[in-house]
């Protein structure tokens, strides 16, 4: 297992923009990005292979999140044109195989979390 940071939360407008980052301890070869608001379940948000670059998202998501990861085991995700229901409790994953998924059980290393709130 790896250690994951996650850092870049905060609280911002309808309609605005954020970048999260995720710091790892350790080369890892799929990451993804989960999140879990209050009173529900932890829910896909987008992953990366980091080999490959072949990416996935959520279908609530795609368009305006974009995933990225770099050689110095950093993992982003710049979210734009944020609404109000993407307000949560976003969480870094790792897993040892470079494939990717969407399952949160099929990832090994988790993060504390880092909290988006979107609200006026």
């Known amino acids: 297992q790896v250690q994951l940071v996650e850092s870049g939360g905060g609280l911002v407008q309808p309609g605005g923009s954020l970048t999260l980052s995720c710091a790892a301890s350790g080369r890892t070869f799929s990451m993804g990005w989960f999140r879990q608001a209050p009173g529900k379940e932890r829910e896909f948000v987008a992953a990366?292979?980091?080999?490959?670059?072949?990416t996935a998202y959520a279908d609530s998501v795609k368009g305006r999140f974009t995933i990225s990861g770099d050689a110095k085991n950093t993992l982003s995700l710049e979210m734009t044109s944020l609404k109000p229901e993407d307000t949560a409790m976003y969480y870094c994953?790792?897993?040892?195989?470079?494939?990717?998924?969407?399952?949160?059980?099929?990832?090994?290393?988790w993060g504390q979390g880092t909290q988006v709130t979107v609200s006026t």
């Open positions: 994953a790792a897993r040892s195989l470079p494939v990717i998924s969407t399952l949160a059980e099929s990832y090994d290393s």
């Open positions: 990366i292979n980091k080999i490959s670059k072949t």
